[in-house]
C-alpha cells in the first residue's frame, strides 16, 4: 500500500497562493495517477484536480481551472497544487489521492484508492 502525506495547508487572505505537497512512499510513484480533492465545511469531498502518470495531461474542476495547478516530479515521489488568486469559496481540508494506472497519460477522477490524512486551508476575505 502507497502512503502519501499532505502539506503546505494554512491560513491566508482572499488572493493570496499556497503551495500543496504531497509526498508518496511505499510503492513505485510513477505507476500512479494522482488527484487532489478537498472537502468543504459541511460539504462532500469534491474533485479538484487530476494528472496523469507522466505529468503529461492534467484535468481541473471547472471552479479552480485558470487558478489552481497540479504537477508531478517522479524523481521525487511528490505531487504538487499550486493554487493562486484563493478564494474564502476554496476553505476546505485538501486530500491527496493515488491510484495504480495502466496507461502512461491516463487520468483518474475518480475511484481511487489510497488517500492522505489531509491538510487545512483556510482563506479568509
Known amino acids: 500500500q502507497v502512503q502519501l502525506v499532505e502539506s503546505g495547508g494554512g491560513l491566508v487572505q482572499a488572493g493570496d497562493s499556497l503551495r500543496l505537497s504531497c509526498a508518496v512512499s511505499g510503492r513505485t510513484f510513477s505507476n500512479y495517477a494522482m488527484g487532489w480533492f478537498r472537502q468543504g465545511p459541511g460539504k462532500e469531498r469534491e474533485f479538484v484536480a487530476a494528472?496523469?502518470?507522466?505529468?503529461?495531461?492534467?484535468h481541473y474542476a471547472n471552479s479552480v481551472k485558470g487558478r489552481f495547478t497540479i504537477s508531478r516530479d517522479n524523481a521525487k515521489n511528490t505531487v504538487l497544487l499550486q493554487m493562486n488568486d484563493l478564494e474564502p469559496e476554496d476553505t476546505a481540508v485538501y486530500y491527496c489521492a493515488g491510484k495504480e494506472a495502466n496507461g502512461l497519460e491516463g487520468l483518474v477522477l475518480n475511484d481511487y484508492n489510497s488517500w492522505g490524512q489531509g491538510t487545512q486551508v483556510t482563506v479568509s476575505s
Open positions: 494528472i496523469s502518470r507522466s505529468g503529461g495531461r492534467t
